[in-house]
């Protein structure tokens, strides 16, 4: 049930081997898909291009989640390579520097508004480009990334913990909107990991190490678990299951204290 033989997905957030996105990629290739995989800039693609290599017939093509052209070009290069879509997968996420340091009070409005528009409103604007493709097979699945500092304050998460609150909210608002049409939108909010992106945020080693001492496994949580859970929102499996956040932490969102 956890198959997913046959069908076509996006993947969109690859930027090198530690990123969840590859995670994800590889177990959904593993079971049966075919990818498209995409990059955000000249820059990355040839990172991208490296990695999508190890796939079997991949797509790649250029997206910069900022540019509603480039999110409508990547929709029709998957329609004419793919002819559909069955699922997509939304892990980009991005804010400036100086709102991952300095204290929240000073969040600038334009780091604010390029976080969310990055790390949230993405998901709608990509989700609108993908429809169309996803309703020529019937329906599909969504799924995004997030962090349980959208609830909590973690020091330094800041702007990305507001973006993060958008991002879940609107998995309920583009559940409800598209449940309808038989699409499912789901999100992962994982425990700490390790990544590019983790990297720009001061002090997130802490982060794990809270996780650590007070998840009730007692442990940080491995790329593959977060892509095996992916799998799973991904396929049939999942089939009644919408609009929801799955904890994938090692159990940290039940603790209450040391
Ligand atoms: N690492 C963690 O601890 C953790 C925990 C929970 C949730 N997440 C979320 O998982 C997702 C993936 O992050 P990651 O940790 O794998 O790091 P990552 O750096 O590997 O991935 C972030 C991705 O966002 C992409 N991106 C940034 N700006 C973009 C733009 N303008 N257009 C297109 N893509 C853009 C980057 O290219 C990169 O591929 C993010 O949403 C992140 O917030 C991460």
Redesign the pocket.
């Known amino acids: 049930m956890t198959d997913l033989a046959g069908k076509h997905g996006l993947i969109?957030?690859?930027?090198?081997k530690?990123?969840?996105?590859w995670a994800i990629a590889q177990a959904a290739a593993a079971s049966g898909a075919r990818l498209a995989l995409t990059y955000?800039s000249a820059r990355?693609e040839e990172n991208v291009r490296e990695l999508a290599a190890k796939l079997e017939n991949p797509l790649l093509a250029p997206?910069?989640?900022?540019s509603d052209e480039q999110m409508a070009a990547l929709a029709a290069t998957i329609d004419r390579e793919f002819g559909g879509l069955d699922f997509f997968v939304h892990?980009?996420?991005?804010a400036p520097q100086p709102e991952l340091s300095n204290p929240f009070v000073e969040t600038s409005r334009e780091g604010f508004r390029i976080a969310l528009d990055?790390?949230a409103y993405s998901l709608i604007g990509l989700m609108r480009a993908v429809m169309p493709l996803m309703e020529k097979r019937g329906g599909g699945s969504v799924l995004t990334?997030?962090?349980i500092g959208s609830q909590r304050v973690f020091p330094n998460y800041n702007v990305m913990g507001v973006a993060k609150a958008a991002l879940e909210s609107s998995v309920r608002y583009l559940a409800a909107d598209l449940g309808p049409r038989n699409i499912r939108v789901n999100a992962i909010s994982?425990g700490?990991?390790k990544?590019?992106?983790?990297s720009g945020i001061s002090g997130f080693s802490g982060f794990m190490q809270i996780c650590r001492d007070r998840a009730p496994l007692r442990r940080n949580v491995e790329l593959s678990e977060v892509a095996d859970t992916a799998v799973f929102l991904l396929s049939s499996a999942s089939r009644a299951i919408t609009g929801e956040i799955v904890m994938v932490d090692a159990g940290f969102h039940v603790s209450g204290g040391p």
């Open positions: 969109v957030g690859v930027a090198n530690r990123s969840i996105s955000p990355l997206c910069d989640v900022t892990g980009a996420a991005f990055v790390s990334l997030t962090f994982a700490p990991i990544t590019l992106a983790s």
